[in-house]
């Protein structure tokens, strides 16, 4: 049995549903797109992406002495309608990656396991990466014949659609390359179409800006405000753009335990989120990805949520808060409890506004006439 057949066959007791392989180099056009990604200022607070371009353009920039990817996916597959969620706006919507083990944990210790074998069967150097390496994932897979980048910018595969986490395994190990994948989009725009909050300036192209997923885990500060209402319920991440794509209809359940949603996480109450202190965040999220932006962003988006709920009993989940010793989840409290009483928000402005020491709460406090406006007719 060749090297390549044996890693297969490896690849799939580990657990793997998809492998490929790839010469470890891109070409330079994929460094071209990161850079005309960051030259548009499309990655926002992502500032590690900048620093680490230099490596990102290339593996071999990273790793000299590689000389082949071993290109790997795992389904994760959803049973239902992902987005189904959106319509019951007491709830809060965690992308589906996210509603069960923290993949970056699952995944890194699969492919750990399958380099060492590597390793030890045919005495090769082995480096192995999942998303957080300065490692352009999605062109290499594409590159290794695992799928293509779809008009969303993400990974589509003709026989798992949108539902794959990837791992990739760097090694000295010259391997016969798999030819690349092919762009089937056609003239498809789902993905773009769907997107709340447009992102995607062009097809191939996304502004991590305006992003959901990139507002509710990646940046820290407030949310912009002209983008708050379009977040829907959404408090980590979002599906919209993945749930739509066409090709999914080939994809399946995934099988896998670790990544089978967890019961607390699948239509959690925005009241009992909006309640949890530290201890209580990390409790719930124990394993899970979601504990990785901590406790306070976490609150600001489910607050944001509450405030796109039109729950006039949620107001008082939002008014609890306004006291939060952190400051971001202040100014969210405020912005939902105007959006959902602005007359109660206007009685305890009185005392909040003038008592308040952090200027971005502040300016939370400042659109309150006219909110009142609007309510009063």
Not at 9 to 19: L, M, Y
Not at 74 to 98: F, K
Not at 336 to 356: G, V, Y
Request: with cysteine; charged share 25%; glycine share 8%.
């Amino acid at each position: 049995m060749s090297a390549a057949a044996e890693i297969r066959a490896e690849a799939a007791r580990a657990g793997f549903d998809a492998v490929r392989f790839t010469p470890a180099r891109l070409p330079a056009a994929a460094g071209d797109d990161l850079d005309r990604f960051l030259l548009l200022g499309y990655a926002g607070d992502m500032g590690w992406l900048a620093l680490t371009r230099a490596r990102r353009r290339s593996p071999e920039r990273m790793w000299p002495d590689a000389k082949s990817a071993i290109v790997l996916g795992a389904n994760y597959g959803p049973a239902g309608d992902p987005l189904a969620i959106l319509a019951r706006r007491d709830r809060g919507a965690i992308s589906v990656y996210a509603q069960n083990d923290d993949y970056h944990d699952v995944v890194k210790k699969r492919l750990k396991a399958l380099a060492r074998r590597i390793a030890g069967r045919f005495d090769a150097e082995v480096k192995v990466f999942v998303d957080t390496a300065p490692l352009m994932e999605k062109p290499l897979a594409e590159q290794a014949g695992l799928g293509w980048q779809g008009k969303h910018t993400n990974l589509v595969s003709r026989d798992f659609g949108s539902w794959l986490f990837l791992g990739t395994i760097l090694t000295t190990l010259d391997l016969p390359a798999d030819p690349r994948e092919t762009d089937h989009c056609g003239s498809c725009r789902a993905c773009l179409d769907i997107c709340p909050t447009d992102a995607f300036p062009a097809p191939g192209e996304i502004d991590a800006r305006r992003c959901i997923s990139y507002l509710t885990i990646e940046h820290k500060g407030p949310v912009p405000r002209d983008l708050r209402p379009a977040m829907g319920n959404r408090i980590y991440g979002c599906d919209d753009c993945l749930a739509v794509c066409p090709w999914n209809k080939f994809a399946r359940q995934t099988e896998e335990p670790a990544f089978l949603p967890r019961a607390g996480l699948t239509a959690p109450r925005l009241a009992e989120l909006a309640a949890l202190d530290d201890a209580g965040f990390r409790a719930l999220f124990r394993k899970s990805a979601v504990k990785r932006i901590g406790r306070d962003r976490f609150v600001r988006n489910v607050l944001i949520a509450i405030g796109n709920s039109g729950d006039a009993d949620l107001a008082a989940s939002a008014e609890a808060l306004l006291g939060d010793e952190s400051a971001l989840v202040r100014g969210a409290a405020v912005w939902a409890l105007r959006r959902l009483d602005p007359e109660r928000a206007a009685t305890l402005r009185a005392t909040a506004e003038p008592a308040e020491t952090d200027p971005d709460v502040r300016a939370e406090w400042a659109p309150l006439d006219t909110a009142l406006r609007a309510y009063s007719g």
